[in-house]
Each structure stands twice: as structure tokens, then as C-alpha cells.
């Protein structure tokens, strides 16, 4: 009887305020539950101009706006690639990007812009998932475009958009960034939460539903022996120790 392969995803993401982290995990818990072999791997933001702003919380204003420029430049930076990226193949890759300033984080487009993202993508599915305050179709869009322009074929993401409209949900944001913690008041304006609401989480949940079914069920893997196939040798000799890798979740 030949073995079963499971469906492999990866989710490949930064964060900064751990938001996108909590919709990777809530994702991932279902994708696991589908039967699929789910990586986790979280990218470091190792430019020395820039990291040591993101090494601690809060974030000052001054701190915040001086990622202004290089974000509108779409600037790579160093970054620090996780070992699961070079894991073998997936059947599924998942990008968080957080949006700065309109476009995706400069951690995000660093990988896509770099070599090791093409060996990860090319020819596999690939989709996104967005956390932000409002703005999140640049951030889509170019996760798509330079994805797809390392050979990846495209699947419609999602976004996750922070309450309140366009002035509430920026003071709502600036007020935990610069306190690191929630408020009822920034600067005598009542505001609403920031971050992800458990409704977010639902949808995100509801989206890995839609993938594990796109993604169908394990596959049966031919001309391999399973490991659990009654051996051809006599009944009474010894069955060889057989060394299975995990999947590291």
C-alpha cells in the first residue's frame, strides 16, 4: 500500500505588534485539523538601520514616521530568512504582510525581492493575508506581483482592517504604538480598540476552511513503500527501525 502525503503549508510572515502571528496561528489550527503539515516561520528584520526601532514596544512617533521615506521608496533591507523556507516543497504558501504606509512591510518585499523566494514559489499556490489599519490593497498587490513574478500562481487573499474610520482608527493606533497598551482617549477623542477583534480571527478561520478544501485530501504517494506494509522477509525476522522526521509544529 503506498503512503499517504500530507498536504504541506507554510506560513511565512512578520510582525511587529504579534497581530499577524495571531492570524497565522488561528489559520494554521484549522489547516492542522484539515490534515495538513503546517510550518510556522516568522521573518527577522535585521537591518541595522532600522531594526533596533522594532526591538522593543512601544514605538515612538518620531521612530514610527522615520520608516516614512524608505517605505515610500519601496526599499529592501537585511533580513534574517527562516530555516523552514528551504524545508523541502509546499503545496501552499501563505504571506502575512503587515501594511507600512500603504504598501507591504519592507521585511516582506525584502524576501520577495530576494533569491530564495523563487526557489519557495515558483510554480506553487501562494496567497496573503493582511493585517492592517485601513489601507490594505498595496500591500496585497504587491505580494501578488512580485510572487506571481517568481513563477507563483495566485490565490485570493484576505485582509483584516482595525475599527473605526479613517481619523478614530489612526488615533486609536497611534495611542497604543506610542503607550503599549489601549485607551479609551487619544488626546480627548474617544476611540475605538485597535488591533484584531475576535470576528477577525472567525473570518480568518472561515478563510483556512476555503483553503484546506481547495488543497483536497492527502495524497497517496507511489512507488514508495508505507510504513506500516507488512514486510516480504520471514515473519519471525527483525523490522528494521525507521527514523520519520516531524513536522516541527
Known amino acids: 500500500m503506498d503512503p499517504i502525503r500530507r498536504q504541506r503549508v507554510l506560513f511565512l510572515y512578520y510582525t511587529y505588534t504579534h497581530q499577524t502571528q495571531r492570524v497565522a496561528e488561528a489559520m494554521a489550527d ?3 485539523e484539515r490534515g495538513c503539515e503546517v510550518r510556522q516561520a516568522a521573518i ?10 522594532f526591538s522593543r514596544f512601544p514605538l515612538p512617533f518620531l521612530r514610527l514616521v522615520g ?62 493575508f493582511v ?31 482595525f475599527l473605526g474610520g479613517q ?21 480627548g477623542v474617544k476611540i475605538p480598540p485597535t488591533n484584531l477583534q475576535p470576528d477577525h480571527l472567525e473570518a480568518a478561520r472561515a478563510f483556512a476552511t476555503d483553503l484546506a478544501d ?12 508505507s510504513l506500516g506494509a507488512e514486510s516480504s522477509e520471514d515473519e519471525g525476522a527483525e523490522r528494521q527501525p525507521q527514523h520519520v522526521r516531524g513536522n516541527g509544529t
Request: aromatic share 10%; net charge positive; charged share 30%.
Open 214 to 225: 481547495s488543497l483536497g485530501p492527502p495524497r497517496h504517494v507511489e512507488g514508495r513503500p
Open 167 to 187: 481619523v478614530r482608527s489612526l488615533l486609536s493606533l497611534l495611542s497604543y504604538l506610542g503607550k503599549g497598551e489601549m485607551r479609551e482617549r487619544y488626546l
Open 131 to 161: 493585517v492592517c489599519r485601513r489601507y490594505w490593497r498595496g500591500s496585497m498587490r504587491t505580494v501578488k506581483r512580485l510572487g506571481t513574478g517568481h513563477g507563483g500562481s495566485w490565490v485570493d487573499g484576505i485582509h483584516f482592517k
Open 30 to 32: 484549522v489547516l492542522r
Open 44 to 53: 527577522e528584520f535585521t537591518d541595522r538601520r532600522y531594526a533596533t526601532r
Open 67 to 128: 520608516m516614512l521615506p524608505p517605505q515610500l521608496r519601496r526599499e529592501s533591507g537585511e533580513i534574517r530568512v527562516p530555516d523552514e523556507v528551504r524545508d523541502g516543497e509546499y503545496d501552499l504558501v501563505c504571506v502575512g504582510s503587515p501594511t507600512w504606509w500603504l504598501t507591504a512591510c519592507m521585511p516582506i518585499r525584502s524576501f520577495l525581492k530576494s533569491p530564495e523566494a523563487g526557489p519557495l514559489l515558483h510554480g506553487r499556490r501562494f496567497t496573503a
